[in-house]
């Protein structure tokens, strides 16, 4: 039998079974597709899904991503479907909705805008029994954003709280 | 910090990605596969900058990937006992004439692509052939048995 190339052995580079090299194989692209079938089922975002708290006064639905990541953009739809009447319709914003996250645009644009315990507050103004108010906000992650955020939406009329929405987005990066 | 740890997860993954992937995948670029590493190197570009259009993003990461590209190499030269982990071993895979079809199965690779890269180095039979290497890079070592 020959001998073979200079600084290879049969045994090293012949014969070697590499199972090792196999496994750690199997096990990286094992996890590899576990991350892109979860990717798939909407683990890292960004499908919306509807979020309901009732009142007497008001039905609040709020319609958004729970799961996002860095740079994406999305929509926020508020629905405020008014029982009774609301003289001046206020949304309060947790800080999960605003912190390292653009707010590109507001539709309809609030009649007012201001800072609820350090909330952002949004004033609609006045809603009529009987009818709904929808309102369109487009955001855009920052890439540096990460975590889990608390994005609680609370309803007033004025300063009185009508209902709350209880959510949390998780931004992976 | 930011994209620093962007760009140390892209190098880990990226690293890990070719070195399990097999040698002979990436040392024969068909067009498609050339296209594939375009659009790759496009997506890992948006993962680790994103918006960062600075200079100074652009020194962090090159620099970052240039250091692990270096120091990667020097623990592949300094510890011997590291270099099977950061690139294959050759790979026997003629010896006098006969073909190991355990290591070329280990590659997913055929007799008659073998065959071809052999008639790439106008051999034309494997039978002629006294050694046959996959190399570390994915290229294939033909030794005649004339030689």
Not at chain 1, 105 to 111: H, L
Not at chain 2, 93 to 113: A, F, P, S
Request: glycine share 8%.
């Amino acid at each position: 039998m020959a001998d073979p190339p200079q600084f290879l052995t049969l045994k090293g580079n012949r014969d070697r079974t590499e199972l090792t090299e196999l496994l750690v194989r199997r096990v990286f692209f094992g996890l590899v597709i576990l991350v892109i079938v979860a990717g798939a089922l909407n683990v890292f975002g960004q499908r919306p899904k509807d979020s309901f708290a009732s009142a007497s006064a008001a039905d609040l639905h709020v319609f958004a991503p729970t799961a996002l990541r860095g740079g994406l953009y999305y929509e926020g739809r508020f629905t405020i479907d008014a029982q009774r009447e609301i003289e001046k319709a206020v949304l309060v914003l947790d800080g999960g909705w605003t912190e390292q996250t653009q707010i590109n645009t507001i539709e309809p644009a609030p009649i007012g805008e201001s800072s609820r315990d350090g909330r952002l507050a949004l004033d609609f103004g006045h809603v009529p029994a009987g009818q709904k108010l929808v309102a369109w906000m487009q955001f855009q992650v920052n890439p540096t954003n990460v975590g889990r955020k608390s994005q609680d939406v609370e309803l007033y009329d004025d300063t009185t709280l009508l209902t709350r929405v209880d959510r949390t987005v998780t931004i992976y990066p | 910090m930011d994209v620093v740890a962007r760009a140390l997860v892209a190098f880990c993954f990226i690293f890990l990605l070719t070195r399990l992937i097999g040698r002979r995948e990436l040392s024969s670029l068909q067009p498609f596969d050339l296209i594939l590493l375009i659009v790759m190197g496009d997506l890992v570009q948006q993962g680790v900058t994103q918006n960062d259009l600075s200079i100074t993003g652009l020194i962090l990461t090159i620099g970052l990937f240039g250091v692990l590209t270096l120091g990667a190499s020097y623990v592949g030269f300094r510890f011997p006992r590291f270099r099977p982990i950061l690139e294959p071993e050759p790979l026997i895979l003629i010896e006098d004439g006969n073909v190991i079809e355990r290591n070329l199965k280990k590659e997913r690779m055929t007799q008659k692509e073998l065959a071809s890269e052999a008639r790439l180095q106008q051999i034309d039979s494997l039978e002629k052939v006294k050694w046959a290497v996959l190399e570390s890079g994915g290229q294939i070592s033909f030794i005649p048995k004339s030689s």
